[in-house]
C-alpha cells in the first residue's frame, strides 16, 4: 500500500522537485498530496487524511509552520511532522520541536537526505512506537 506524504510549501517547484523525489523511489511506493498555504495544509490533514508523514515549510503565505504544526497537533499527535526549511540555525531546529515537530531538513534539499528521512519517518509505527520506552 502507498504511504501518503502531505508536502506543504508555497514555491511550487520545491513541491514539484520532492514530488518527483519521491514518486522516483523504487523500494517504496508513496501518494503525494499538495498544499501550498497552511490553511490549504490543515484542510487537507482534515479531508484527505490521514497521512504518513506530513513535509511542512516553515515561511507560508498565510500563517508559519510552527502554527501550522501546533494546529495539527490539537488533533493527530501521531502524524510525523519535518519542516523543510531554508531557516537552519539552532533557535529554528528548537522552534520546530516546541511546535510539535519531529525533525528538521534545511533547503537546499539533498535527494539522499530527503529520501532517507521520508523512509525513517514512514516507516515508524509510532502507536506502538510511543508505548514502548528506550528499548
Keep these: ?11 511550487v517547484p520545491t513541491r514539484a522537485l520532492i514530488r518527483t523525489i519521491l514518486e522516483a523511489e523504487k523500494t517504496e511506493k508513496f501518494e ?3 498544499a501550498g498555504t497552511g490553511t490549504d495544509c490543515l484542510k487537507a490533514a482534515d479531508s484527505q487524511g490521514p497521512f504518513d508523514l ?35 540555525d539552532l533557535k529554528d531546529y528548537t522552534a520546530g520541536r516546541d511546535a510539535g515537530g519531529d525533525s528538521y531538513l534545511v533547503k537546499p534539499i539533498a535527494r539522499a537526505a530527503l529520501r532517507s528521512i521520508v523512509n525513517l519517518f514512514t516507516s515508524i509505527e509510532r502507536s506502538k512506537a510511543a508505548g514502548q520506552s528506550g528499548s
Excluded: Q, W
Excluded at 1 to 11: E, G, I, N, P, S
Design 32 to 34: 503525494v498530496f499538495e
Design 54 to 88: 506530513i513535509l511542512l515549510d516553515v515561511n507560508l503565505p498565510d500563517m508559519d509552520g510552527y502554527s501550522v504544526c501546533r494546529a495539527i497537533r490539537h488533533v493527530d499527535k501521531a502524524v510525523p511532522i519535518v519542516f523543510v526549511t531554508a531557516k537552519g
Design 1 to 11: 500500500m502507498a504511504k501518503r506524504v502531505l508536502v506543504v510549501d508555497d514555491h
